[in-house]
């Protein structure tokens, strides 16, 4: 900003004014062209004077240059927010093309005007903007050159990589006139990286680890709180499998014929915080997981006590229903916490599950009650966080098989499988594909929505 000369002292008010000023002329320069606006048009979309104008700028070629800084100062801050955390090289070059797209498809008219209008500048202002682009590079160079460095990617001439990198990301913008109607910002950031990572080889030829399906999660990172469920233990397995770095919290590592098998002394990508050594989860206990594994990329709490088997009696009732109150109560106590962190990365995935249909027959009320709270809790939560690219969705399970049939289920599924329009009980993979498309790009502009896994068994129950 201290390029440009200004009349007045205070640089709060200089930014304030300048930002307005800058994102007035983009939308006029957009619609009228660069040489057609006039700064009577300018004072009239910003509510300022001209005479106020020209105290914060000297010209429109002042303003085009504040243009190309906020593009560019922009897309730096996106970049380095998200790498934050992050130490494998690939998940680095994922990111940062996936911030710099980002940050290209929000400023879209602000690039395309910088492309047509550059040569205006002169060439003082035009040296300073080349040294701001040259050191956005140099970050997207640095990561390229730690991938060849570590044997992930083949030995290449990076600055023309990272040149390429850039201009096919640019070229969402620029040739954006062909591309509406035949592809949306999604898939063309999907395609980049595919082109990146895959080329253009037929997927069949690809061994099974380079499968495009392989990299939705790879590399991200995860927090399950209440994961000693049977539920959240295959999800646990499930994204282990995925590439996926896992923390969770749980009651204990259960090892029954229902529980998918975890373990973590046999998995380098799985951490666990047990209830008997750390206490139940509580926002400090969860900052302190973040400080000594990192943020999390994904975001899921179970709700359910995931039971297994019918209770006998009224002591069993009420204990199952004041285990399934406390568990919202803790989704409900951490979602300041959960917030503040994935709202200052701009990114990341929460994903709720309610109650599995099965706890209702261990408290019918507490059940129904927990169930209606979580799908409230994420229309709540994704309205406040939506703007910081955070999703919220909810889960809501139905009657789920264990990998062995359980005691409740071998009293029930005849009965059941009647009154379910698929005529079936679901799978643990039926979760767990529902988990994958939640937490990956393809759910993009999907928050707060809750998804009933559950066969259509709740239109049975509207009848």
């Known amino acids: 900003m201290s390029t440009i000369h200004t009349t007045v002292k205070n640089p709060e008010l200089v930014q304030k004014r300048r930002e307005q000023i800058v994102l007035a002329a983009i939308n006029l320069f957009a619609q009228k062209g660069f040489h057609k606006t006039t700064l009577r048009n300018l004072a009239e979309q910003t509510g300022l004077s001209q005479a106020s104008i020209y105290d914060y700028v000297g010209s429109k070629e002042d303003i085009f240059f504040l243009i190309h800084e906020l593009a560019a100062s922009s897309a730096m801050e996106a970049m380095k927010r998200s790498l934050e955390q992050v ?9 940062v093309i996936r911030a710099e797209f980002s940050t290209m498809d929000k400023l879209a008219d602000a690039i395309m005007l910088i492309y047509q209008e550059g040569h205006i500048l002169t060439k003082p202002l035009l040296k300073t903007l080349l040294k701001k682009e040259r050191a956005h590079l140099e970050v997207i160079e640095s990561i390229l050159d730690e991938c060849v460095s570590k044997g992930m990617l083949r030995s290449c001439n990076v600055r023309v990589v990272a040149n390429l990198i850039k201009s096919m990301v640019d070229a969402w913008v620029l040739k954006r006139w062909d591309q509406r109607g035949y592809a949306s910002a999604l898939d063309i950031e999907k395609t980049i990286i595919d082109l990146l990572f895959q080329g253009l080889t037929e997927p069949d030829s690809l061994p099974a680890q380079s499968q495009p399906d392989g990299h939705v999660l790879e590399g991200k990172s995860a927090i399950i709180v209440n994961g000693g469920t049977a ?17 969770a919290h749980v009651d204990t590592v259960k090892k029954g014929r229902e529980y998918a098998v975890i373990n973590p002394d046999e998995s380098q990508n799985l951490r666990c915080y047990l209830l008997t050594e750390y206490g139940p989860m509580t926002p400090e206990l969860y900052r302190t997981i973040e400080d000594e594994v990192g943020p999390p990329d994904i975001y899921i709490h179970d709700t359910g006590i995931g039971a297994l088997k019918m ?17 919202v109560t803790c989704a409900q106590n951490l979602v300041a916490t959960i917030q503040e962190s994935m709202c200052k990365r701009s990114s990341g995935r929460v994903i709720y599950l309610a109650p599995w249909a099965w706890d209702k027959y261990v408290n019918a009320l507490s059940y129904e009650i927990g169930k209606a709270s979580v799908i409230a809790l994420t229309k709540v939560c ?5 703007r910081f690219q955070v999703n919220v969705n909810c889960i809501v399970p139905g009657f789920i098989k264990t990998i062995r049939p359980s005691p409740i289920q071998k009293d029930l599924c005849d009965q059941l499988t009647k009154e379910i329009p698929v005529e079936r009980m679901g799978e643990l993979s039926d979760v767990t594909n529902a988990i994958l498309f939640l937490a990956g ?15 259509g068994f709740d239109m049975c129950a509207a009848k």
């Open 311 to 327: 209770t006998g009696n009224g002591q069993s009732n009420s204990l199952a229903g004041l285990k399934l109150r406390e568990n």
């Open 382 to 386: 994704a309205r406040e966080v939506a």
């Open 441 to 455: 790009d393809s759910s993009n502009y999907i928050t707060g929505q809750a998804l009933r896994c559950n066969g």
């Open 231 to 247: 539920l959240s233990t295959a999800i646990i397995s499930f994204l282990l499998s995925r590439g996926v770095t896992v923390t």
């Open 87 to 95: 130490s494998d090289p690939l998940e680095k070059l994922r990111r």
